[in-house]
Structures are given as structure tokens and as C-alpha cells.
């Protein structure tokens, strides 16, 4: 496995590939993307990962500055799951100039976790643009826990006549249901303990629409109360079609419900798609 920090030595270098399979990351790397890399070694023979912690989709209070940095054992754990290049850029690698030409992601940015993160989504769509003209893949591999990056950035690549297949790997969870994310370990150990009820709580929102319940806005008003007396600081829960990502039509049998939420000063998602 080869570490490349720079964008000329990555043209060079994958230049005689064919078949490049691609899985975009920003390090502190967990079984979840291990599992995307497997997806990826399954599709091309030439696996690339690239860790690169994008302030663009940073807000100014958020945690870029803390969020963990894991590159030796990120390499070590990438090797064993095989893959091939391990793309490192600096910011200024990236970003040598300031970024005025940005992507605009559709209006579905705005809502869910762009309500919360306004910008966030516009500075996913730009890094994963300049990321995907660099490495210039074939597949593309993306965690289905983060549902709206994945959604955005299919549609984007639709968007923008992108030559690149779109693959999605499913939610890895730790044995106590809670989904897998660099940012579990900001939790301290009560916050630990109760993490997992938000994965809990989605899954009661599954049981109550194959239950047979329709009134979506008062199930969430409910299950954001619930969490709240928990001492969960509630960004949204929100039961939305899986196709769109909009509100469910009346006949909507695909659907998806997601849910962010704080505890203490960690922002959890997740999100399970289901079907009427
Ligand atoms: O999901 C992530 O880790 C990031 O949002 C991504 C897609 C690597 C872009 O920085």
C-alpha cells in the first residue's frame, strides 16, 4: 500500500489504472469503512482511499479542530483490509487558493442536517467534486449511515454527468445497536451508555408505521419529547421517503426515518430505511 500526499504524485501513480474504485473518507477509520473498502476491492482492482479532514464543511463552531486524527493506525488498519493507495492531501494541497467556486447541492441540503449545518452539505458536494477529479474513479463507495451525503452526492454525480458509479455500504453498529462514527468517541462513558436509545428510538418509529400509523409529524413530535426528558438535545426525527428524501406521499411504501441529536457535546445521526 502506497501513502500519497500530493495531487501530481497521485495523477502519476494511478495513470496505468484501469479500474480505480474510490472510498472517500476523513480518517479515525472503524469497521464501517473498512467494510466500504471491501465493497470497493470487490469492484476495481485498484482500491483508493483518501483521508482528509475538509474545513469547508466545517461550521465555525464545530469540531473541526478536535475531530480525530488517527493516520498511523488508519494506514495499518487500511494495509490489512487491502487497500491499495492511501490518498493524505494537506489543506493547502487541497485548497492552495480560497475556494470561491463552490457546488451547490439541491435544495433537500437545506433540510434534515442542513437546517442544523447550514453549508455543510455545499462543502461535502465541493471536496467529493475535487476528490473524484483527482482520483478519477469508476465506483465510488459511501456509508448509508450518513443517508443524506449519500443522497446529495448521488445526485449530484446525476447532476453533473458524472462517469461514476455510486455504491452504498450499510450501517455498521456496535452489539448494543449504536451506529458506528469517528465521533463516538467523544462520549463519555454515561453518554456511552445512552447513545445507543437513539437507535432505539428510530426503531419504535419503524414499528409504529408498520403498525399501521400514518400521523408521521405527531410520532416524531413524540419520539424528539421522549429523547429530550432524556436529556438528549434533539436536531430533528424526521420520517421521509427513501426516493426523495421529501416528505412521504400519502402511498409512499420506501421510507427512510432519520434522526440527529446531542448528547452533552457529541452530535449523533442515524437514520433506517423501511418499507409499508
Ligand atoms: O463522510 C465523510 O467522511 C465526509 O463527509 C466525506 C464524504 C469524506 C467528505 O469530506
Same mark, same amino acid.
Given at each position: 500500500?502506497?501513502?500519497?500526499?500530493?495531487?501530481?504524485?497521485?495523477?502519476?501513480? %494511478?495513470?496505468?489504472?484501469?479500474?480505480?474504485?474510490?472510498?472517500?473518507?476523513?480518517?479515525? %477509520?472503524?469497521?464501517?469503512?473498512?467494510?466500504?473498502?471491501?465493497?470497493?476491492?470487490?469492484?476495481?482492482?485498484?482500491?483508493?482511499?483518501?483521508?482528509?479532514?475538509?474545513?469547508?464543511?466545517?461550521?465555525?463552531?464545530? *469540531?473541526?479542530?478536535? #475531530?480525530?486524527?488517527?493516520?498511523?493506525?488508519?494506514?495499518?488498519?487500511?494495509?490489512?483490509?487491502?487497500?491499495?493507495?492511501?490518498?493524505?492531501?494537506?489543506?493547502?494541497?487541497?485548497?492552495?487558493?480560497?475556494?470561491?467556486?463552490?457546488?451547490?447541492?439541491?435544495?433537500?441540503?437545506?433540510?434534515?442536517?442542513?437546517?442544523?449545518?447550514?453549508?455543510?452539505?455545499?462543502?461535502?458536494?465541493?471536496?467529493?467534486?475535487?476528490?473524484?477529479?483527482?482520483?478519477?474513479?469508476?465506483?465510488?463507495?459511501?456509508?448509508?449511515? *450518513?443517508?443524506?451525503?449519500?443522497?446529495?452526492?448521488?445526485?449530484?454525480?446525476?447532476?453533473?454527468?458524472?462517469?461514476?458509479?455510486?455504491?452504498?455500504?450499510? /450501517?455498521?453498529?456496535?452489539?448494543?445497536?449504536?451506529?458506528?462514527?469517528?465521533?463516538?468517541?467523544?462520549?463519555?462513558?454515561?453518554?456511552?451508555?445512552?447513545?445507543?436509545?437513539? #437507535?432505539?428510538?428510530?426503531?419504535?418509529?419503524?414499528?409504529?408505521?408498520?403498525?399501521?400509523?400514518?400521523?408521521? *409529524?405527531?410520532?416524531?413530535?413524540? /419520539?424528539?419529547? #421522549?429523547?429530550?426528558?432524556?436529556?438528549?438535545?434533539?436536531? #430533528?426525527?424526521?420520517?421521509?421517503?427513501? /426516493?426523495?428524501?421529501?416528505?412521504?406521499?400519502?402511498?409512499?411504501?420506501?421510507?427512510?426515518?432519520?434522526?440527529?441529536?446531542?448528547?452533552?457535546?457529541?452530535?449523533?445521526?442515524?437514520?433506517?430505511?423501511?418499507?409499508?
Amino acid at each position: 500500500m502506497e501513502v500519497i500526499g500530493t495531487i501530481e504524485a497521485l495523477r502519476q501513480r %494511478l495513470a496505468r489504472e484501469r479500474a480505480i474504485a474510490f472510498v472517500p473518507t476523513m480518517g479515525n %477509520l472503524h469497521a464501517g469503512h473498512l467494510q466500504l473498502v471491501e465493497i470497493a476491492r470487490q469492484r476495481a482492482s485498484c482500491v483508493v482511499v483518501s483521508i482528509f479532514v475538509n474545513p469547508l464543511q466545517f461550521g465555525a463552531n464545530e *469540531d473541526l479542530a478536535s #475531530y480525530p486524527r488517527t493516520l498511523e493506525q488508519d494506514c495499518v488498519n487500511l494495509e490489512a483490509a487491502g487497500a491499495d493507495i492511501v490518498f493524505t492531501p494537506s489543506v493547502s494541497e487541497m485548497y492552495p487558493v480560497p475556494q470561491h467556486v463552490l457546488v451547490e447541492p439541491s435544495p433537500i441540503a437545506n433540510a434534515l442536517c442542513g437546517a442544523a449545518r447550514p453549508g455543510h452539505f455545499r462543502g461535502v458536494a465541493t471536496v467529493v467534486l475535487k476528490l473524484f477529479n483527482m482520483v478519477q474513479p469508476q465506483v465510488a463507495i459511501f456509508g448509508k449511515k *450518513d443517508f443524506q451525503q449519500l443522497f446529495i452526492l448521488r445526485d449530484m454525480v446525476q447532476q453533473l454527468n458524472l462517469p461514476i458509479a455510486i455504491l452504498a455500504g450499510e /450501517t455498521v453498529r456496535e452489539t448494543d445497536g449504536l451506529a458506528m462514527s469517528s465521533r463516538n468517541s467523544y462520549l463519555k462513558p454515561a453518554e456511552r451508555m445512552e447513545a445507543p436509545r437513539l #437507535y432505539r428510538a428510530l426503531l419504535q418509529v419503524v414499528q409504529a408505521a408498520k403498525g399501521g400509523r400514518r400521523d408521521f *409529524d405527531a410520532i416524531e413530535a413524540q /419520539t424528539a419529547q #421522549y429523547l429530550t426528558q432524556l436529556g438528549w438535545i434533539v436536531d #430533528y426525527i424526521s420520517v421521509r421517503s427513501a /426516493t426523495t428524501l421529501l416528505r412521504p406521499a400519502p402511498d409512499e411504501q420506501s421510507l427512510v426515518v432519520l434522526g440527529a441529536a446531542r448528547l452533552g457535546k457529541t452530535r449523533l445521526i442515524d437514520n433506517i430505511e423501511f418499507a409499508l
